[in-house]
Structures are given as C-alpha cells and as structure tokens.
C-alpha cells in the first residue's frame, strides 16, 4: 500500500512545491488506456517506484499530479504532459529512471524537468495523421481542395450534449502534406488548449463527409504541445 505523506511547509506556512514535470510516449496498445485509467496507471507507478509524492489534505487524500490535456483514445502521442509534486528534492533523470522501470509497455517517459509554465498556457498541438491507401495522390488533391476552401462548416457537440455549427477554416493550419506510395501523410497544428479545442478526427470526418471519400482508420500521433504564440510548451 502507497503510504501517505504531507506537503511541506516553510514558517509562514506556505506550501513548497517541488514539481517536476514529465513529457512522455504513448503508443502500442496503450492507446487503448482511458485517460481516467491513465492516471491511475500513473499513481500506481509511483507508488511501486517508491517516490516521495505529495497528497492532498482532508479525508480523502490524492496524489497531487495533474496532465496538461487528454488525449483521445486511439491517439497515438510522443508529447504528452503530466506534473508530479514531490515531498522531497530529487533529480529529474532519477524521477524518471524510476518511473519507466515500472510503467507499463506502450508508456514511456522521454525527459523530465521543472515545470514552468502552468498547464493553462497550453494552446495548440502539432499531430500527424497517416491515412493508408493505395491512391494517395488522389487523396492529396482531395484533401488539398478541401482545405481552401474559404469556411468549413460541420456540426461540433456543446458541453452541455447539443450541437453547433462551427466553422473549422480558422482553426485549421496545415503545416505540411505529402503523397506516399502507401499513405497520405498530414501534419496539422491545431487548438488544443482550454478556451479552443479541434479533434483531428472531427477535422477528418468533415471532410470524409463532404467530398464521400472512403479510406481504412487513420493513424494519429500528436507529437508536440505548443503555447499561444505556437512556441515548444515547457
């Protein structure tokens, strides 16, 4: 059993954070890993590598970690974000030795440092979406076609469980696409913060929709976060 232990506090009472934050992979089967799952694979992890982690207070203690956002199931990913407050002063790199020692096949942490900016900086993802086909030309000028045009209207789901309809064309940015012998290869940058969010997948099925093209599962990694002024997020 993971035994519990309190923040520290300097004289004033102030709480000392001691933060480090984690970038990390997830691919293989572990796409499949709910993000609720997620965490607590994470948890488990810390607990069997014996890291001196911080708990909140009260009668329900929980350990203080936090992800920067969810990715979608199915996603692959090489960017994702994730904070780990600690009760004591470790190295990042032993943080992270000791994690992927224990963490379970497809999760994989890449690097490790202190955390700077707050998770709610985050505003953009770079993704690269692979679509299968033996007509990847074809795909190309469809795709090509389907992102000039001028709006891009589709219906996204509210919050609150409605529909609305919301036009994709200002949040698009298409940084690269390429024709392969065996794929269509898209590398998207899109709104993936708090205030403006765009699945990929809403991207593609919109325009599956409106030119009634047929393609296999698409294959989606996102593999940067990026702040508002679309710079690396740390």
């Known amino acids: 059993m993971c035994r519990l232990r309190r923040k520290p506090e300097n004289r004033e009472g102030l709480l000392l954070k001691n933060i480090v934050r984690m970038r990390f992979a997830k691919t293989g089967r572990a796409r499949y890993i709910s993000h609720l799952d997620l965490i607590r694979c994470f948890q488990r992890a810390v607990c069997r590598a014996k890291l001196p982690a911080a708990y909140s207070e009260g009668f329900h203690p929980h350990m203080q970690t936090?992800?920067?956002?969810?990715?979608?199931?199915?996603?692959?990913?090489?960017?994702?974000?994730?904070?780990?407050?600690?009760?004591?002063?470790?190295?990042?790199?032993?943080?992270?030795?000791?994690?992927?020692?224990?963490?379970?096949?497809?999760?994989?942490?890449?690097?490790?440092?202190?955390?700077?900016?707050?998770?709610?900086?985050?505003?953009?993802?770079?993704?690269?979406?692979?679509?299968?086909?033996?007509?990847?030309?074809?795909?190309?000028?469809?795709?090509?076609?389907?992102?000039?045009?001028?709006e891009i209207l589709t219906e996204k789901r509210t919050k609150k469980g409605g529909t609305k309809e919301v036009d994709l064309k200002p949040m698009l940015e298409v940084t690269g696409a390429e024709s392969l012998p065996d794929a269509l290869e898209l590398r998207l940058c899109l709104p993936a913060g708090s205030t403006a969010n765009l699945n990929p997948m809403l991207l593609l099925e919109t325009w599956k929709k409106q030119t009634e093209q047929t393609w296999a599962s698409p294959e989606i990694c996102r593999t940067e976060l990026l702040t508002e002024e679309k710079q690396k997020f740390f």
Request: with cysteine; proline share 6%; aromatic share 12%.
């Open 66 to 150: 936090s992800f920067a956002t969810t990715l979608p199931l199915g996603f692959f990913s090489t960017a994702e974000q994730m904070d780990l407050e600690l009760t004591e002063e470790l190295p990042c790199d032993a943080v992270m030795e000791r994690l992927n020692a224990v963490l379970p096949e497809g999760i994989r942490i890449l690097e490790a440092w202190k955390g700077t900016l707050a998770f709610k900086k985050l505003a953009y993802a770079n993704y690269t979406v692979r679509i299968p086909s033996e007509s990847s030309g074809e795909l190309y000028d469809s795709f090509c076609a389907f992102a000039a045009q001028p």
